[in-house]
């Protein structure tokens, strides 16, 4: 059967020239990361990432690295989709928090991909402040600062993925702390939106 596959959101602002970006505390070929660039009969990493890689979010920025992007192997079974996508997309990559507060990305392309399923839960970091993963609120204020210097726009995905598999664990503190963790990226996308004067910000 002929099927019209129908552009998404962030496809349409990519041909209107806008700058975009996707970043979320959880992989980037989950469910919410990925439905925005990837046309996909179910939810599967292996289908989703190379649609990711041939449409080049500006900024693309989460955990993942070793459950879907980068995993060790011999021959077939090995994975680096993280190359392909810094080959494809001219990105600077950054590994930590420290190597994103201090990217440039002067190709206005920036990427972090890095740990497991998720970013370190909130809770967490309170017992480890020497964690060097970057918080929500700081990939938003990146990816912002990367994405705004493009004079057509640009579209901003921002996912607070943690709080689902917080609550997903019952866990109601861990959930509480992501949520916060969340308001906090929200204000740092509404005081640019505030300043900008020309920005829509949807929660």
Partial sequence: DDVTVLPTNMEAAQDKGMATGI??????????PGVWLAHAPRRSCSIIIPQQIDRCPDVFLGPGEKVAYQRGGKGKNRVDYIT??????????VGNAAELAAAQAPNDRL??????????????????PSINTPTL????????????????????????????WMAHNKDIAGTA????????AIEVAYDFAKADGNTAVIV
């Fill in 177 to 184: 702390r992501d949520v916060v963790a969340f308001d906090e």
């Fill in 137 to 164: 609120a700081e990939m938003t204020a990146k990816a912002i600062e990367v994405l705004s210097r493009d004079p057509d726009g640009f579209f901003l995905v921002v996912e607070g993925g943690a709080i689902d």
């Fill in 111 to 128: 990427l972090g991909i890095w740990g497991g399923y998720t970013l370190m839960y909130t809770i967490d970091r309170q017992n480890d």
């Fill in 84 to 93: 392909d996508l810094v080959e494809n997309c001219n990105y600077e990559q």
């Fill in 23 to 32: 970043l979320s505390s959880v992989y980037l070929c989950d469910a919410t």
